[in-house]
């Protein structure tokens, strides 16, 4: 009973909380190979009437995810500032990516801890139109990843840069923040900015001005440090900051030559006067090497044992010789030691006679006699002169 009493508040919790989860649907149509933004506005999951604005205290946050998996696809990314700005979701789908796709999005209330569910529904297929061969990739230093993505900041740089290119028609293919090519994050200044990369494609070729920037010599006066040749008037400045050092130009007009096919060979090496290749080396026999390398080690520790034994065991004295290069009183005076010790060992060995008197606890000096002690000892001062 107290088991059930515990677990129906938190059913109870449970399922409320399940019922203020709201589900949305939305179907969305990317093109391959053109730049897809889509805006995450708290006014979308806050359900607010029209006349109601999003208070700007509410802090939101947002996972997305790809249906069935647990991170999103590898063409599509997710960035949001802070929980009091909207999330976006960018990217650029590429061809093995055509099809549909479902991103559910979760947004988190951090105050009211309320969720809400959607789902995006992208229709991947081809764009319409021309295609753009000529593609030309910027980074621009001024300005985040974030800044960017939307649509007016989208649409004054590419009016900014077509005064710089050929008249026709820009359009923007991929968007990439600095940080996912390599980039560092910058130092809390103001003013400092991670950057973005923007890639633009257009059906004009590139004019004489940007292909200046990515001439040769331009790239050898950024190596030593200095600015790249620009010919005409920089019409980004002063909206955005590009560097000019980082200007990538791709013509996709002329098809890349097919890779050749290797042709496998018969195997046998052409002619070459710098190769001479070894001829047939003849047949040795290695034994007499073997027999040298094993016995002339053995021979030669076989002659020094030999020299060596004669010299510890043929080449003693002998106790003769001995005895008769030494002198005759050297011998007796040896003789008369040797043989005193001999006896002082024998006698000491067999002796039996009583104690020594200086070794009794009392004994008179003069009769030798055994006193009882007259005076105890432990009374006598160490120092005479208090007695």
Not at 151 to 171: I, R
Request: aromatic fraction near 6%.
């Amino acid at each position: 009973m107290a088991v059930a009493l515990i677990w129906t508040p938190l059913l109870m919790g449970l399922l409320a909380g399940l019922g203020g989860t709201k589900s949305q649907q939305t179907t969305l149509h990317p093109l391959v190979g053109r730049v897809f933004v889509h805006t995450l506005d708290h006014e979308a999951f806050l359900s607010l009437p029209e006349h109601d604005a999003v208070p700007p205290t509410v802090r939101i946050t947002y996972h997305a995810h790809l249906q069935g998996h647990p991170d999103l696809p590898r063409w599509l990314r997710y960035t949001q500032r802070s929980p009091h700005h909207p999330g976006f979701l960018y990217g650029s789908a590429t061809s093995e990516d055509r099809g549909r796709q479902v991103i559910e999005v979760t947004a988190y209330n951090r105050d009211s801890f309320d969720t809400t569910q959607q789902r995006l529904v992208l229709e991947i297929g081809d764009p319409e139109g021309p295609l753009l061969p000529y593609q030309a990739e910027f980074l621009v230093c001024s300005h985040d990843v974030e800044e960017v993505l939307p649509s007016a900041p989208a649409s004054l740089f590419l009016s900014a840069l077509g005064g710089l290119w050929e008249p026709g028609e820009l359009q923007l293919l991929n968007i990439t923040s600095a940080l996912d090519r390599g980039g560092r994050v910058p130092l809390p200044i103001e003013g400092q900015r991670e950057g973005v990369y923007i890639k633009v494609g257009s059906a004009s070729p590139f004019s004489t001005c940007l292909k200046m920037v990515a001439s040769p010599d331009s790239h050898a006066r950024c190596a030593q440090g200095q600015p790249p040749l620009l010919s005409c008037y920089d019409t980004l400045a002063p909206h955005f900051r590009i560097d000019w050092c980082n200007v990538t130009l791709v013509d996709k007009s002329v098809p890349e030559p097919a890779d050749e096919v290797p042709t496998p060979g018969d195997g046998i090496l052409e002619h070459d006067p710098f190769f001479c290749p070894p001829t047939e080396a003849p047949d040795r026999d290695f034994l007499v090497d073997a027999l040298v390398t094993l016995l002339v080690p053995l021979l030669v520790a076989l002659l020094l044992t030999l020299l060596l034994a004669y010299i510890m065991c043929c080449r003693r004295e002998g106790r003769l010789k001995r005895d008769l290069a030494t002198s005759d009183i050297q011998m007796v005076h040896h003789c008369t030691i040797h043989g005193n010790t001999e006896e002082l060992r024998q006698m000491a060995a067999s002796r039996e006679v009583p104690r020594p008197l200086s070794t009794l606890p009392m004994f008179s000096v003069r009769t030798g006699e055994r006193l009882p002690p007259r005076v105890d000892s432990a009374q006598v001062p160490l120092i005479l002169d208090q007695y």
